[in-house]
């Protein structure tokens, strides 16, 4: 999946690249890089008074030659869109901002969990197998309707649907939200957490990211 960045120098001009026309909504991209229209992408967004880069995945709606691409942006990632353009028009006002220090690619893979607590696997059996929300080199969002308590110790094989084989990581439950968890890895000198590490830097290098799954 190729990685597109679009950084706005105010709020007021990524809402001037923003429609409303399409009911997920669309961005405009002035790109010289060569699009096929239905071709899923990756966007990555920013503008002064954004506490974190936003990332969003969109496929490509209709080309303009010569000035972009129009994109439009998946249903799953309703909710970012939302917070990228209530924060754009000022209904959004984030007082405590978090700086991440990892990008999070957003990704929904396969990933098999073992609560490593034994006393809290008990009153968890249904984490066998679930969903990723998104990913980076220092944790992932794991979609659940019943996530384990706050600071439990998870094991974890997430499948990547290309060569890049599978991740067996671990991990503690950092924080609990709507429609799953967080989990931070605990051990980032792991093999497999080097080979995410570097995964996922030369996705943001190569503009291209394998990792991430519509």
């Known amino acids: 999946m190729r990685l597109l960045t679009m950084p706005f120098i105010s709020s007021a001009e990524f809402l001037s690249h923003y429609s409303t026309k399409h009911p997920d909504g669309a961005l405009f991209c002035r790109t010289r890089t060569e699009l096929e229209v239905e071709e899923p992408v990756l966007v990555e967004i920013s503008f002064p008074g954004m506490p974190n880069r936003a990332l969003l995945r969109a496929h490509v709606h209709s080309l303009e030659p010569g000035k972009g691409s129009w994109l439009v942006i998946e249903s799953a990632d309703a909710s970012t869109r939302d917070f990228v353009v209530g924060l754009a028009r000022g209904e959004i006002e984030v007082t405590r901002p978090t700086e991440r220090s990892h990008s999070r690619f957003p990704a929904s893979l ?105």
């Open 110 to 214: 396969p990933v098999a969990i073992r609560v490593a607590d034994d006393s809290d696997s008990k009153q968890h059996p249904a984490l066998a197998e679930t969903q990723t929300g998104d990913v980076s080199a220092g944790g992932v969002f794991i979609h659940s309707d019943a996530p384990p308590s706050v600071g439990t110790r998870v094991q974890l094989v997430i499948e990547s649907p290309d060569d890049a084989g599978r991740f067996s990581l671990e991990g503690m439950v950092s924080w609990i939200g709507d429609g799953g968890f967080g989990v931070h890895f605990s051990d980032k000198r792991r093999e497999d957490n080097r080979r995410l590490r570097t995964l996922l830097r030369r996705a943001s290098e190569s503009g291209r990211v394998r990792f991430a799954a519509t």
